[in-house]
């Protein structure tokens, strides 16, 4: 069993309740990696009986430290329309709320599409490119190679007037691709503050939002081979700080684009 | 009493729970600008006695079309840690939900603060440009001028590679800018689709998350002065697509970076 199918793994026991677990594989400085902890709230939506279509848009919050071992999600569709459903997510420890959120699920119908943002061009692929390494135990389980820019590169060096990079990603070892695990993708891109100050310090995001662009058969064709992930900082200031992403297929379609808010201290 | 402050007005009836209408004033298309309706549920937070801090993101899911009429918002701060506050809203007419959302709110210290993204340059002044017109009424409680491309100019025209747009933005008649009046001016950029494809078309929000950036202060020291926004499309896909702007003050500081997922239709 892949390990984030074990992160994801859910039981249902009624009344749009589902008990889980946080996974050593994923543990991050404190409590578990977020991107498995916003991909399980979703999981619940995704296996609840009563969905509608597929997932559109995640937020979530992230209200205090998950604890290692168990914990109950609760997720509600609070509306369903006749095309989109809304949901409320909430997860719990010993009755005390750790993370909330939303999701909007829709059935997509062909319309008119095109693309605004661009992925980069010209940047080598991720077989010319070395893994990146990671100390902490949820970074093993993904493949990242720099393509542009490397936030490890800037550890020790000088501030930066910006932390734009290109990275690719993949679960390690390869997963298809599924919303759950695209979602976790999205909380791949290291806190941009680092590049910016050129020195690691203390951050936990808060609140992080992701729309989606693809549907089940585009992430199905796109199997188990590396997204192409773009990412940049917006506005940081007294503590708080915003940056964007995208996530885009091989056949440069954008699949995901993500924005979180993070904490930060000196 | 300016036509917001009357839009913003709510009653608190205990438990977490305040009555509010919504007003002729801010009347869209099929009920009310969704901009306000994403405020009212900010101000339930912000007028809640037990409110610590400052927003720093609020995510609004619009669930169904709201009726004109009396609604009830529920505002619960369900974790408040040392310094950080996490909210859920929820709006309903008749026990029904309406609207869904979370919001973070935080006390925030000073730090090094530095921008990512940049306002652009070069621009006309409001001073120097004609107010735009509106056909519906929610658009007359605004000054809008824009700047760079317009997205009425764009409704008979041909397709356009790009939906960029820069215009001043403020409230009509002017008002001290406050949290409340931010979020909804975040809603003011018209549907980049219509850029997009230069005609019009129904659609609606179905999710919006706006994070703050300013302080009471700096939004005190804006004051009633026009802010200069910034839009674009991101990706257009199969009936949804998403767009993200940003709100500049008069020394170029960012107010606000805001997302939203938008349902089109062909």
New interface residues.
């Given amino acids: 069993m892949h390990p984030f199918d074990i992160a994801m793994a859910l039981t249902p026991v009624g009344d749009d309740r589902f008990h889980g677990a946080t996974s050593p594989a994923y543990a991050n400085m404190v409590g578990p990696f977020g991107g498995t902890t916003g991909a399980v709230l979703l999981n619940a939506a995704l296996l609840h009986p009563a969905r509608l279509g597929e997932p559109?848009?995640l937020?979530i919050?992230f209200?205090?430290a998950l604890a290692d071992g168990a914990f109950e999600i609760e997720a509600c569709p609070?509306?369903t329309?006749r095309s989109?459903q809304?949901w409320?997510l909430?997860q719990t420890q010993g009755g005390?709320?750790?993370t909330?959120?939303?999701a909007?699920f829709?059935v997509?119908?062909?319309?008119?599409?095109?693309?605004?943002?661009i992925a980069p061009d010209g940047l080598p692929g991720p077989d010319a490119l070395p893994r990146a390494p990671g100390r902490l135990p949820w970074v093993a389980n993904y493949d990242m190679r720099f393509a542009h820019g490397s936030p490890l590169a800037a550890h020790d060096g000088p501030e930066r007037?910006?932390?734009e990079n290109a990275v690719w990603l993949r679960d390690e070892p390869p997963r298809p691709l599924d919303f759950a695990s695209l979602a976790a993708l999205c909380d791949c891109f290291f806190p941009?503050v680092y590049m910016?100050?050129g020195k690691i310090a203390p951050i936990g995001t808060?609140?992080m939002?992701t729309?989606f662009?693809a549907?089940a058969a585009m992430l199905a064709a796109q199997g188990e081979r590396s997204l192409l992930g773009t990412a940049?900082?917006?506005?940081?200031?007294?503590?708080?700080y915003?940056q964007?992403a995208?996530l885009w297929n091989d056949a440069r379609q954008?699949l995901a684009?993500t924005?979180q808010?993070v904490?930060?201290?000196?």
């Fill in positions: 559109i848009a937020t919050n209200a205090s609070v509306r329309n989109t809304h409320t909430r005390e709320v750790t909330t959120g939303t909007v829709a997509r119908r062909p319309t008119w599409s095109a693309p605004e943002a007037p910006d932390s941009r910016r100050r808060v609140t939002t729309y662009h549907d940049r900082g917006v506005n940081f200031r007294n503590g708080y915003d964007s995208e954008q684009s924005h808010v904490y930060f201290r000196d």
